[in-house]
T-cell receptor, first 116, second 114 residues
């Protein structure tokens, strides 16, 4: 089946630094990738949608300059949390799909970001 | 896509019992999907039911859909400790454009007691 690899699984960084999270589709070409954020015992909040070769579309309230998304190829999307602060600490999850849905949404295993 | 609301928010049962959780949504859909999330992990797709289907089975899972009530239920039979997880529904409406991101409610946190 379709596999999405997300890396790293955990990262601790100092306040003010930037962190990059990678999301790779291993056995399919991901037309679209999605990035989510999840707080403890809360739902997944959709942050942005990215299509290969074009700018990401951010959900309302998500700072695009804070969360930089690059979808340079059909198998790789990256999320960079710039100038991270403790309030950015969260669980980030990516999802990828080949085609336009509704079948085949595959999720990565998530990245636990802790900003100290 | 619209957000579903799962109910109950928490459910604790004994191993071997059946677990039922519900999902409600607000506007018409093309299909509804159920996902499982183990603690600290990503989501795993469980089952998709189309709007013209009323019931669907997959192993120990049984999903129903009532479009008149805009609700769905997920039944896990003969629960196991490994079923302990959060369960989310994702009502889906085809938009005609590119793929839309799924949106989720707070989920049902299921605990299977040994």
């Amino acid at each position: 089946g379709a596999v999405v690899s997300q890396h790293p699984s955990r990262v601790i960084c100092k306040s003010g630094t930037s962190v990059k999270i990678e999301c790779r589709s291993l056995d399919f070409q991901a037309t679209t990738m999605f990035w989510y954020r999840q707080f403890p015992k809360q739902s997944l909040m959709l942050m942005a949608t990215s299509n290969e070769g074009s700018k990401a579309t951010y959900e309302q309230g998500v700072e695009k300059d804070k969360f930089l998304i690059n979808h340079a190829s059909l198998t790789l999307s990256t999320l960079t949390v710039t100038s991270a602060h403790p309030e950015d600490s969260s669980f980030y999850i990516c999802s990828a799909i080949e085609g336009t849905g509704p079948y085949g949404y595959t999720f990565g295993s998530g990245t636990r970001l802790t900003v100290v | 896509s619209q957000q579903g609301e799962e109910d109950p928010q928490a459910l604790s049962i004994q191993e071997g019992e059946n677990a039922t959780m519900n999902c409600s949504y607000k506007t018409s859909i093309n299909n509804l999907q159920w996902y499982r999330q183990n603690s600290g992990r990503g989501l795993v797709h469980l089952i998709l039911i189309r709007s013209n289907e009323r019931e669907k089975h997959s192993g120990r899972l049984r999903v129903t859909l009532d479009t008149s009530k805009k609700s769905s239920s997920l039944l896990i039979t003969a629960s196991r400790a490994a079923d302990t997880a959060s369960y989310f529904c994702a009502p889906y409406t085809i938009s005609g454009g590119g793929a839309d991101g799924l949106t989720f409610g707070k989920g049902t946190h299921l605990i299977i007691q040994p």
